[in-house]
Structure formats: structure tokens, C-alpha cells
């Protein structure tokens, strides 16, 4: 089960056109909502697409 909660902290496998591969989670449902924390952009992805794309996940309790 892919676990992502609002907070979170994502690493993604190939980094953003900006040059950062870390992304804060503004939003977990069917969709998740990713911001980039280099650029601020904000991207859509459905959870199987996120879970494809992600390397590793920076729990925010931790
Ligand atoms: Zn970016």
C-alpha cells in the first residue's frame, strides 16, 4: 500500500525541469497534489502514477 499523507516530503526518481527532485504533498486522495519545493509548481497525479515516479517519502512525523 502506498502510504502519503499532507506534509510528507516526496523524492522523486527524475528531478523536476528546475533542477529539484523534492516535493511537499498538499494534498492526499485519489489524487495527490505535489508541490516542488524548488520552483513552487504545483502537479496533479493520480496514485499510481505518484507511486511509479517516487524514490522516497520523508514522513512529516519523523
Ligand atoms: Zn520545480
Redesign the pocket.
Known amino acids: 500500500m502506498f502510504e502519503i499523507n499532507v506534509g510528507d516530503t516526496v523524492i522523486t526518481r527524475k528531478p ?5 527532485n523534492e516535493w511537499s504533498c498538499v494534498r492526499s486522495g485519489a489524487d495527490i497534489k505535489l508541490k ?1 519545493l ?4 504545483l502537479i496533479m497525479l493520480d496514485r499510481e502514477e505518484c507511486k511509479k515516479r517516487t524514490k522516497n517519502i520523508i514522513k512529516a512525523e519523523d
Open positions: 523536476h525541469p528546475c533542477g529539484s516542488c524548488g520552483c513552487g509548481r
